[in-house]
């Protein structure tokens, strides 16, 4: 099945600076490809998705790159703020006949210091 | 936010008994999901369902059972708890079940003692 191995598992950033995490996956039908962050004490929210027809997308400080055939994505966050600070996961989607298919990275926490 | 509410918040009970996890949205959204959240394995997909009794198995599926017999509600049944099903439990939401966004519950934290 589909494996997605993230990295770094702990991220340190000073304020203002920028901060990239990295996402690998294994199966090439893989075709959606979504980041969430996680609030301490909250659910998962959707900040950015990515689809494999595209290479990179981007929404203010916020951007995901996607190389199809290293079979890599990467979410990169420009100008990181003290609110940026929480654990991020990244996933990739696969539709097959038997069920569509969702695999979440282990997750990133990032801290932005002042 | 979307319109989810896990009940309840936080849980302790002991081995052997039997937990139910509640799950209610107001979103009308057809598919359902229930993951658990464990430090060093992120996300994992228990169980989901994809209309009022029509349910399927995810990947950590066992020692787990589920019922939806509205489309509202979905439950999370540990028949018989065991430590090793300590851990954090999201409830999520979507509205067809494909590449989209899923809306998340803020968790239940279950530690079985």
């Known amino acids: 099945g589909e494996n997605v191995e993230q990295h770094p598992s702990t991220l340190s950033v000073q304020e203002g600076d920028s901060a990239v995490i990295k996402c690998t996956y294994s199966d090439s039908a893989s075709n959606y490809f979504p980041w969430y962050k996680q609030e301490l004490g909250k659910g998962p929210q959707l900040i950015i998705d990515i689809r494999s027809n595209v290479g990179e997308k981007k929404d203010q400080r916020i951007a995901v790159t996607l190389n199809k055939t290293a079979k890599h994505f990467s979410l990169h966050i420009t100008e990181t703020q003290p609110e940026d600070s929480a654990v991020y996961f990244c996933a990739s989607f696969i539709l097959t006949g038997g069920g569509n298919k969702l695999t979440f990275g282990t997750g990133t926490q990032l801290k932005v210091e002042l | 936010d979307a319109g989810i509410t896990q009940s309840p918040r936080h849980k302790v009970t002991e081995t052997g008994t039997p937990v139910t996890l509640r799950c209610h949205q107001t979103e009308n959204h057809r598919y359902m999901y229930w993951y658990r959240q464990d430090p060093g394995h992120g996300l994992r997909l228990i169980h989901y369902?994809?209309?009022?009794?029509?349910?399927d198995k995810g990947e950590v599926s066992d020692g787990y059972s589920v019922s939806r017999s509205k489309t509202e509600d979905f439950l999370l049944t540990l028949e018989s708890a065991t430590s090793s099903q300590t851990s954090v439990y999201f409830c999520?939401?979507?509205?067809?079940?494909?590449?989209?966004?899923?809306?998340f519950g803020s968790g239940t934290q279950l530690s079985v003692l």
């Open positions: 369902s994809y209309g009022v009794k029509d349910t």
């Open positions: 999520a939401i979507s509205e067809s079940g494909g590449d989209e966004k899923l809306f």
